[in-house]
């Protein structure tokens, strides 16, 4: 019989434990989706497809969305997807390594890690998108206070958009204990602005039937079809909620979602649509150009715009993170190569930002607001990410019913086909924006996509050759008894991997003819779950008289601290003193060859990666004045 559980955690403690996690969620997770009813009802009125404005197609849009947002975000991700966590992680690269860890090396396997790179490669182009248009489409509501403002919009998004880059080095941890009530503030204002117009005409709430959107598509097939391409901007940020479920836990996500944040921005939509529809045609045709502003009264707006602004910049802010965290896993998983990674917070390891991965990020938003002008013209470039990493999503959803959790098959298809619908229709809907801008993130996906299996291949062939010519640690034990001398001290050797002997303790030897008291070979090995338990961070094996094969387990979350890991180390020889071991690291310079791996760009493309990747002492935090490269030549 378990012991009961103490006072203090039966409703009260753990309650509120909840609730706390829930409120900053509102301002972490749900800045992208919140900030949706700025620009997505518009779009689907004013965008490359515009409807015209009547009973018919202003209820079947809000119906779209109302159904967008329960079957896509409150079925598939907060229902579904968030009981397949990697260890209590989201994400699809945690997806990925979930299947994968089931399935094991497959061919099936192969295919879910392709597809879950490739929605990486995407969300790289969303994450430059999404910064843009949010600001943007915020500022220009400055045009309904005063319309002389409008030549000051790009500027001030710019300002806007730049200061936020520059403030990602000092990290979220101040600047977010604003986030949670801004965003409180703006979700409750959308609902207030929402209910002040659906009382005005109350019959809007009749689009909850989802008639309406059928009929919608009966009587305008074509245009409903392309409807769908601006309905989903509605419903960008939904794979937020799954991302970020490691920070916050699905309960209070939920709680989140349904009890605050998806009826705040329903009663907005319904709103925006209610005050179209309240409208005589002429006035209709002006207000569905900024609905959502237009919601305010002239006494209100600038306040609203300013309001709208702040959640833009925190929704951005969300998405850059999101960017250096997915990054950041990408590299521990082997994807990406090493790169400078600043930890900002003392006390939240998940807190990091990776200068590249900023600058990058600041340069192309510069470049597409400069280049689109608009929001809405960012609108067209924005769908055709979002969806297809939604898709993604449900291919690799198929996967886990049927290979992780063993649904029977007559379940599992049926419900899998459902979501199929949706996404793929969705997917479909945003294909015609390609030449309008859905190009953008595209592209920027078959580069990211390109970079990413270019390193993780060019990785593999490299482990490959290494391995080919490594001696085996035995032979090197017995030979280097008798033809080195020792000296005091600890020498620890970087390996990439478990067998053989690296590079750099072959040419320490051969070259000084020495041998440390205690030599340690390396190993550092990433897991496919988000953390590792400290009981098994080390594997330890004596080889000879003061040789030691040693292995650190770290998870894809976590910070690989070689000096912290190696303090919890005694059955080693003992102790590890820092100021008394030296690290010697093996840098190779790689020659493109014609063997057959990858295409002599490919394995050029690789080479130049490795060249320009951050030095194994910085990503492993060794201390600077401890550290010995010895470099060689591999042709891969």
């Keep these: 019989m378990s012991a009961p559980l103490p006072p203090g955690e039966i409703g009260g403690k753990s309650t509120s434990a909840k609730v706390k996690l829930a409120v900053g969620a509102i301002g972490i997770v749900f800045g992208d989706i919140g900030t949706s009813p700025i620009y997505a009802f518009r779009e689907t009125f004013v965008g490359p497809h515009p409807l015209t ?33 990697n260890k209590g992680q989201g994400g699809t690269l945690a997806l990925v390594a979930l299947i994968s860890r089931k399935i094991g090396s497959t061919n099936r396997s192969w295919i879910a890690v392709m597809l879950g790179v490739f929605a990486t490669s995407l969300f790289y182009g969303d994450s430059m998108i999404t910064p843009a248009v949010s600001v943007l489409s915020a500022v220009e509501g400055l045009t309904t206070v005063e319309a002389g403002l409008a030549d000051f919009v790009i500027p001030i998004a710019l300002a806007l958009l730049i200061a936020l880059f520059l403030l990602q080095k000092r990290g979220t941890a101040s600047i977010g204990k604003l986030f949670s009530p801004i965003m409180l503030v703006y979700f409750s204002t959308l609902a207030v602005l929402g209910i002040s117009h659906i009382l005005d005409f109350p019959g809007v709430l009749a689009a909850l039937n989802p008639w309406y959107a059928v009929q919608f598509f009966m009587t305008d097939k074509l245009l409903g079809f392309l409807a769908l391409g601006s309905v989903v901007l509605a419903v960008t940020g939904a794979e937020a909620l799954y991302t970020d479920m490691g920070h916050f ?16 921005l329903l009663l907005n939509y319904f709103g925006q649509a209610a005050m179209i529809m309240n409208l005589e045609a002429a006035a209709a045709a002006e207000a569905i150009q900024n609905p959502f502003f237009l919601m305010a009264s002239e006494a209100f ?47 939240e390891h998940g807190q990091v930002y990776i200068p590249f991965v900023n600058w990058v990020l600041m340069i192309a938003v510069i470049l597409l607001v400069l280049t689109f002008r608009n929001s809405s013209n960012l609108a067209s470039a924005y769908g055709i990410a979002v969806t297809g990493a939604m898709l993604i999503d449900t291919c690799l959803m198929a996967v886990l019913f049927v290979a992780v959790w063993r649904w029977k098959l007559w379940l599992a298809l049926p419900i899998a086909a459902v979501f199929f619908l949706f996404d793929g229709a969705f997917f479909a809907a945003n294909l015609p924006k390609v030449p309008d801008g859905g190009w953008f993130p595209l592209l920027v996906g078959a580069f990211a996509f390109t970079l990413l299996t270019t390193w993780a291949r060019g990785r593999q062939l490299m482990r490959d050759r290494m391995s080919e010519v490594a001696l085996p640690i035995a032979i090197f034990a017995k030979s280097a008894k008798n033809s080195a001398t020792r000296v005091p001290g600890t020498a620890i050797f970087m390996a990439s991997t478990t067998g053989g002997v690296p590079s750099a303790l072959l040419h320490n030897i051969k070259h000084n003819k020495v041998l440390h008291e205690r030599v340690v070979i390396l190993t550092i090995e990433i897991a496919d779950v988000p953390y590792v338990d400290p009981i098994e961070r080390f594997e330890i094996h004596s080889v000879s008289d003061g040789l030691y094969r040693v292995v650190l387990h770290f998870g894809f979350m976590e910070e690989t601290d070689v000096p912290a890991a190696l303090k919890g ?39 130049w990666m490795l060249r320009n990747s951050a030095t194994a002492m910085s990503f492993f935090r060794l201390p600077t004045n401890r550290v010995v490269e010895l470099g060689s030549q591999l042709e891969i």
Excluded: N
């Excluded at 836990?249 to 705040?264: E, H, K, T, V, Y």
């Excluded at 715009?305 to 833009?312: I, M």
């Excluded at 250096?324 to 400078?340: D, E, H, K, N, Y």
């Design 53 to 85: 404005l009547d009973t018919l197609h202003l209820m079947g849009v809000v119906s779209l969305i109302f159904w967008a947002m329960t079957i896509i975000v409150s079925l598939q991700y907060v229902a579904i997807l968030m009981r397949a966590d």
């Design 301 to 347: 707006r600038l306040p609203l715009v300013l309001l709208a602004t702040a959640a833009t910049f925190i929704a951005s802010q969300a998405v850059i993170s999101g960017a250096f965290s997915v990054t950041q896993q990408a590299i521990q998983l082997g994807f990406v190569p090493r790169l400078s990674i600043l930890h900002t917070s003392e006390t």
């Design 249 to 264: 836990g699905r309960g209070p996500l939920r709680i989140s979602w349904f009890g605050f944040a998806m009826p705040c």
């Design 569 to 607: 180390v005694e059955s080693c020889g003992g102790m590890f003193d820092m100021m008394h071991t030296s690290f010697f690291l093996s840098r190779q310079t790689l020659i493109a060859s014609k063997r057959p791996g990858m295409a002599i760009w490919r394995e050029k493309l690789f080479a």
